[in-house]
């Protein structure tokens, strides 16, 4: 839920955030110039750099440099690019089609193959479903009897290390073990870490956001308007160092826009404190012995993660090589259905997992491992693998006989 509040007590109405806006590449016109292509190839260069979550924000970059090496004949270049973009926005459906057309002119029918079918499942392009059903018809019999059999070569000789931070329920426990066990076919063995989440390198998001809001209100309005409401509120402009007093100001804007106490709960439950998945995952490292036949560690907290940037605002879970962590809070936070959670987790533990084995990053839509920037693109997804998941993990699991 979002929330505006202003200044009633002056009785000014101004915008209490201020909003981002992005202005996309427009779309590149046919034989797009070499200066053109050269910008885009750039802009592009910088987001394959980027942070997941700040990629996302200027992803059409990505399928405007797609565009752009279509127009000039360089179908492999487009392709390639096209699928970067689809990892970082998997739903988007007409670039969903657009690779999936290349598939099967290629002959690559496992990829197109579910492409086609999430566009024609989700789209609301009647005209963009026809060409998929159109597209789909040209897929061999032969192929979708092959693809039904389609699965992990089982590699219970190697294992994923499961650890677990205090607070993690066991039904969520059990849950992970068993779905990653029977989904990419390896052994799975349970740690309960003894030790709390570092706080290294933590944030208080709270504090964060009662600072930035005050500081909106106060620049937002004019100074008569500020000093009108403090003096209504009894709070000189110095205490408002103070937490409490700021939160007290800020609270009682927020309640004298409209709102109520349980929306102002509702809120400030947003908030909470951060741990930094980069120091929790050293955490592990620190913590856990890898015996020869084990890929990795995968560590489960309930608390609520980030990257490390303070632009960065939560994770779902963070991966690097053979560590990983994921966390539950924003799965399990002010839900009650245990089913929904349990999937959610899956879900994201598949895609730390992958990363753990070395797969690389789907770009299939409703993929489990496909990513997601919401929860609502969270809930979206299956929870199971796809099959350019399988074939990659065939093949790792191939390297390591």
């Given at each position: 839920?979002?929330?505006?509040?202003?200044?009633?007590f002056a009785s000014l109405i101004t915008g209490l955030f201020a909003a981002l806006v992005f202005t996309a590449c427009n779309s590149v016109p046919s034989a797009a110039s070499d200066e053109e292509v050269a910008a885009?190839?750039?802009?592009?260069?910088?987001?394959?750099?980027?942070f997941n979550v700040d990629?996302?924000?200027?992803?059409?970059?990505?399928?405007?440099?797609?565009?752009?090496?279509?127009?000039?004949?360089?179908?492999?270049?487009?392709?390639?690019?096209?699928?970067k973009g689809l990892r970082l926005d998997s739903l988007n459906l007409d670039m969903q089609y657009k690779a999936a057309e290349y598939e099967v002119e290629k002959g690559d029918y496992?990829?197109?193959?579910?492409?086609?079918?999430?566009?024609?499942?989700?789209?609301?392009?009647?005209?963009?479903?026809?060409?998929?059903?159109?597209?789909?018809?040209?897929?061999?019999?032969?192929?979708?009897q092959e693809a039904a059999g389609l699965e992990v070569s089982p590699m219970y000789n190697k294992k994923l290390l499961l650890a677990f931070y205090p607070g993690v329920e066991d039904v969520y426990k059990k849950a992970l073990a068993r779905r990653i066990e029977?989904?990419?076919?390896?052994?799975?063995?349970?740690?309960?870490?003894?030790?709390?989440?570092?706080?290294?390198?933590?944030?208080?998001?709270?504090?964060?956001?009662?600072?930035?809001?005050?500081?909106?209100?106060?620049?937002?309005?004019?100074?008569?308007?500020v000093a009108n409401t403090l003096a209504y509120l009894g709070i000189a402009f110095d205490d408002l160092e103070d937490r409490e007093t700021k939160e007290f100001f800020v609270k009682s804007v927020f309640l004298s826009s409209g709102y109520t106490q349980e929306d102002?709960?509702?809120?400030?439950?947003?908030?909470?404190?951060?741990?930094?998945?980069?120091?929790?995952?050293?955490?592990?490292?620190?913590?856990?012995?890898?015996?020869?036949?084990?890929?990795?560690?995968?560590?489960?907290?309930?608390?609520?993660?980030?990257?490390?940037?303070?632009?960065?605002?939560f994770l779902f879970g963070l991966s690097s090589e053979s560590l990983a962590v994921m966390s539950l809070n924003r799965f399990a936070k002010g839900e009650k259905d245990r089913a929904l959670v349990t999937k959610r987790a899956v879900m994201?533990?598949?895609?730390?997992?992958?990363?753990?084995?070395?797969?690389?990053?789907?770009?299939?839509?409703?993929?489990?491992?496909?990513y997601p920037n919401s929860l609502a693109e969270q809930d979206e997804k299956n929870d199971v693998l796809c099959h350019d998941c399988i074939h990659s993990l065939n093949?790792?699991?191939a390297s390591l006989k």
């Open positions: 839920m979002k929330y505006k509040f202003r200044l009633a885009l190839e750039a802009q592009v260069a910088e987001l394959d750099k980027a990629a996302r924000k200027y992803v059409s970059a990505y399928f405007d440099l797609a565009k752009a090496y279509q127009s000039r004949g360089e179908k492999d270049k487009a392709y390639q690019t096209v699928t496992d990829l197109a193959y579910p492409r086609l079918n999430a566009v024609i499942a989700k789209s609301d392009d009647k005209k963009l479903v026809a060409a998929a059903r159109s597209l789909l018809g040209k897929i061999p019999q032969e192929y979708l029977d989904e990419f076919k390896i052994s799975v063995e349970c740690l309960d870490l003894d030790i709390e989440e570092s706080t290294k390198n933590s944030r208080d998001s709270y504090e964060e956001f009662l600072s930035e809001t005050m500081e909106n209100l106060i620049t937002g309005n004019s100074p008569e308007a102002w709960d509702t809120l400030a439950a947003q908030y909470e404190l951060q741990y930094d998945g980069n120091e929790l995952m050293l955490q592990l490292m620190e913590n856990c012995s890898l015996e020869k036949d084990c890929l990795g560690v995968l560590g489960v907290t309930t608390k609520d993660i980030y990257s490390g940037s303070p632009n960065n605002n994201q533990a598949f895609s730390s997992a992958g990363y753990i084995i070395g797969i690389p990053r789907c770009s299939t839509p409703l993929c489990a491992r496909a093949e790792v699991y």
